[in-house]
């Protein structure tokens, strides 16, 4: 009897990841764009007239990419996702500022430029942890409810109004953990407040190619007869 309930763990568990054909992939690829949003954090752009963090452009995308992992393979993998982003997030900040703190030679004369972009990986890490872990669970939290009411439909609804709630709230948690003492407190506010138009507006855009990925991937991983997260747990 154990035998066969150890047995019957293990073809569980390898459903439940190692026949999805694009479920590393697409890890990848969300992991990928959090890194990314962490190098350009401190480059502020100009987007028509309104200043905004370069991480914006990137980060706001992720969330979209999150609300397509839930939707092919289940909140309980997209939540263990979180997690596991939040390690490569540590670990790729301990690396470039362990690297960063190093000496250079004489003739070296680009560290001033080095400590500019990367001196502060590490603090942009340790600030978004918190904004990420509530913004990245209350956005699953709420797309996977709404998928329940709505029987699986309207992707692009559940997934821009779940991911502009969470976004207001990653904006203005990890915003003001990030550059508080860097620049003036009114500025910060101002720059927070117009990141979050920006990422609603820009979300409005950014639903529609997700939507397309969700419809693509959902498909592929039906031709490979893969078995989908239909009963979703709130008890958790």
């Not at 942890?129 to 509530?134: E, K, Q």
């Not at 699953?140 to 998928?147: A, Q, V």
């Not at 997260?229 to 958790?236: A, I, T």
């Given at each position: 009897m154990l035998i066969s309930s150890a047995i019957l763990k293990d073809n569980f568990e390898h459903q439940q990841t190692g026949n999805y054909k694009y479920i590393r992939i697409v890890a990848m690829i969300y992991i990928t764009f959090l890194l990314a949003a962490t190098v350009v954090a401190y480059r502020i752009v100009i987007i028509g007239p309104v200043p905004e963090p370069g991480s914006t452009l990137i980060y706001t995308?992720?969330?979209f990419l999150a609300n397509v992992y839930t939707e092919a393979y289940g909140d309980k993998l997209?939540?263990?996702?979180?997690?596991?982003?939040?390690?490569?997030?540590?670990?790729?900040?301990t690396l470039l500022t362990v690297v960063n703190l190093l000496p250079s030679p004489d003739y070296w004369d680009n560290t001033g430029a080095y400590n500019q972009v990367l001196g502060h990986v590490l603090r942009f890490t340790n600030a978004g942890?918190?904004?990420?872990?509530?913004s990245s669970f209350l956005n699953?939290?709420?797309?996977?409810?709404?998928?329940s009411k709505m029987n699986g439909r309207f992707f692009w609804f559940r997934s821009l109004l779940a991911s502009s709630i969470s976004e207001g709230a990653a904006t203005f948690i990890s915003g003001l953990i990030t550059f508080f003492g860097m620049i003036p407190t009114t500025k910060i506010i101002f720059i927070m407040a117009s990141a979050l138009i920006f990422k609603i507006v820009y979300g409005l855009i950014a639903v529609w190619p997700a939507t397309f990925l969700a419809f693509i991937i959902k498909k592929k991983e039906r031709?490979?007869?893969?078995?989908?997260?239909?009963?979703?747990?709130?008890?958790?």
């Open positions: 995308f992720s969330f997209a939540k263990k996702l979180i997690i596991e982003s939040i390690f490569c997030g540590y670990l790729f900040a942890v918190i904004g990420f872990l509530i699953i939290h709420l797309f996977t409810i709404w998928k031709e490979n007869d893969i078995r989908f997260d239909s009963s979703v747990s709130f008890s958790e």
